[in-house]
């Protein structure tokens, strides 16, 4: 199984639930820390929610570092991968992590197990969280705040620092969710199909 098997499947199955809730957007390749890494899949509702996909052609090499990036913005994180991964993923997981088997069943077909569900991330970072904000959107906030001036025109990494100071954790939060939901002409999955809950591989 390779990645849009596998990514294809979930949003169908798993997901499909989040995909049909008009308060709910499902996001593919969610740009964290400006680019440098990118969410394979995001949901973001009354929470942010983020998954990364191992498929039989990944390796794990860069782990470590998606999971730093992950742990600072997400409320609940999950892996998805395939049994070739399964040992070593779970010694390489902070305990806070799901984790999800992508299993290839009777029929080619793709089924999802929780092999462990995930827990509240502890390791939340405020400014992470702020840089999901694009410029004009940090400006909006600050704006509204009653921020003028010159202090709207620092550079972005000013922005999300006074952003940090002005809002409360849950504030700042619930804000950048409703930007990042209301946002037109933003790349996501297209709604899935009515299913049985698994798909065949390749499936489009």
Not at 27 to 42: F, P, S
Not at 124 to 147: C, D, K, P, S, T
Not at 179 to 186: M, V
């Amino acid at each position: 199984m390779n990645d849009p098997d596998i990514r294809n499947a979930f949003h169908r199955s798993v997901l499909r639930k989040e995909h049909n809730q008009s308060d709910t957007l499902v996001v593919d390749e969610l740009g964290l820390e400006h680019g440098k890494c990118r969410a394979d899949i995001a949901v973001i509702n009354g929470h942010l929610i983020g998954y990364e996909i191992k498929s039989d052609v990944d390796s794990l090499k860069r782990l470590d570092s998606q999971i730093t990036a992950y742990n600072g913005i997400f409320d609940n994180l999950s892996l998805i991968l395939t049994d070739c991964h399964r040992d070593e993923a779970m010694q390489i997981l902070p305990n806070w992590w799901g984790v999800i088997l992508a299993k290839s069943s009777k029929y080619n077909r793709v089924n999802f197990e929780y092999l462990k569900l995930p827990r509240l991330n502890p390791k939340i970072n405020n400014y992470a969280v702020a840089q999901l904000l694009w410029r004009e959107e940090a400006q909006e906030v600050l704006f509204n705040l009653g921020v003028r001036g010159a202090r709207l025109r620092e550079r972005r990494a000013i922005l999300y620092k006074y952003i940090v100071e002005l809002l409360s954790p849950m504030e700042l939060r619930h804000t950048v969710r409703e930007y990042l939901k209301n946002r037109k002409d933003w790349r996501h999955p297209v709604p899935p199909f009515p299913s049985d809950g698994s798909f065949p591989l390749g499936a489009r």
